[in-house]
């Protein structure tokens, strides 16, 4: 394999894309796709006329996006700007498709890459950030899912935890991203519950109900971002939260805790404190020692260990951060608000500096800007 050959290649082909009518950021994507394909393909096979090739393979996986893409607008036409509580309406076969992707022949993680791709619409930037990966992995990833169900018959479909996890990453990047799929998620999990008698089923939907009931109060009329001490609650969605907080009550009477059922405890926590001041942050932090027994994930401890700087104060915040690797997105965040608290403004500065180059979107990264820029400011006075 010529990776130098691939390398020159790549901006020729990427230019013809845009010159056939691909906008930029979707060239890019067909491109790393048809690299992907190159290198499994090549050692075996060199084409005759590689920059053919790879154009030809690039436009298709284009082709391919937009398709896709243009069934998901369709289907976000169907839903209204905010989730309607109650019953879902008619239903079409968005749910099914979640299913058949997930089919038994992948492995979780590649049966969620592929639907986020192909069904969700999500392109493979927004994926691997959601799994915490290099693009590069995650395309290499998706490419091997598809080529595994190329062959094989969709008569077996995926089971419900597949599809959970599936739509918890749509609803967090419509939520939190640049794609607005957040409503959607919600009108299929609602879907799901009705269909399905499951407590993580309910577990999820209330963790979306009790999200996007904050929602309109996460950013300012400037687009900069709202922490959520500060978030004026007095505009949160309260018919949202009372939805919410009766399904989850539901699910856990049934004594099947799972990792939802646990993750939306903790947001109506959140959501049932008048003030920021009187959150319980006690029993965030059991709650969070529950999902650490459920899911052992770095994630979660990192979160978790926010917590406990604000139920047992910061240093105790601290001992629990120097446990976790500083390599976790956020770390370096967290480490600076917990520092903030302790009174060490000079390493606190220095965190949110390095954090904010490490963030992964621009609001985010101006927030954190604001507050080095903050502590810098109170240091000089």
């Known amino acids: 394999m010529n990776e130098a050959l691939l390398r020159s290649l790549t901006p020729n082909v990427l230019t013809i894309l845009v010159r056939r009518g691909a906008d930029f950021a979707a060239a890019e994507d067909a491109v790393q796709d048809a690299l992907v394909e190159a290198v499994r393909v090549w050692p075996d096979a060199p084409p005759r006329d590689p920059k053919g090739w790879l154009v030809t393979v690039a436009w298709r996986r284009f082709l391919d996006a937009t398709r896709a893409d243009a069934a998901r607008r369709r289907r976000e036409d169907l839903v209204q700007e905010e989730p309607a509580p109650g019953p879902a309406p008619s239903v079409d076969d968005t749910l099914q498709l979640y299913f058949l992707c997930a089919h038994p022949s992948l492995t979780p993680s590649s049966a969620v890459a592929l639907t986020l791709r192909a069904v969700g619409g999500l392109t493979t930037r927004q994926i691997a950030r959601a799994y915490l990966v290099p693009e590069a992995t995650m395309a290499q990833r998706i490419s091997r899912a598809k080529r595994t169900v190329s062959g094989v018959r969709f008569d077996q479909p995926g089971d419900v935890a597949t599809v959970l996890r599936v739509l918890y990453l749509v609803f967090n990047e419509g939520y939190s991203g640049d ?3 957040a409503a959607e998620a919600i009108r299929l999990t609602r879907q799901l519950a009705a269909a399905i008698d499951h407590p993580e089923v309910a ?8 999200h996007h009931a904050r929602r309109a109060t996460r950013t300012a009329p400037d687009g900069s971002l709202v922490p959520l001490a500060e978030q004026d609650r007095g505009r949160w969605d309260t018919e949202s939260i009372a939805e919410g907080v009766g399904i989850l009550q539901a699910a856990l009477a049934r004594d099947r805790l799972g990792e939802f059922q ?3 405890a903790i947001a109506a926590l959140h959501a049932d404190a008048p003030t920021a ?14 999902l650490v027994r459920l899911t052992d994930s770095p994630v979660v ?3 978790r260990a926010v917590a406990v700087g604000e139920a047992d104060g910061p240093r105790a915040g601290l001992a629990a951060l120097a446990a976790l690797d500083d390599s976790l997105p956020r770390h370096a965040a967290v480490a600076a608000y ?19 180059q490490k963030a992964p979107d621009l609001a985010e990264r101006d927030y954190l800007m604001r507050q080095a820029a903050r502590l810098n ?5």
């Open 179 to 181: 794609v607005d799929l």
């Open 203 to 210: 577990g999820l939907l209330a963790l979306m109900l009790l």
């Open 262 to 264: 646990a993750q939306a």
């Open 277 to 290: 001041e009187e959150t319980d942050w006690v029993q965030i932090v059991e709650w969070y020692d529950e």
């Open 301 to 303: 401890r990192l979160n």
């Open 338 to 356: 917990l520092h903030e608290r302790d009174g060490d403004l000079a390493t606190a500065a220095r965190l949110y500096a390095e954090a904010a």
């Open 377 to 381: 400011a109170r240091r000089r006075r």
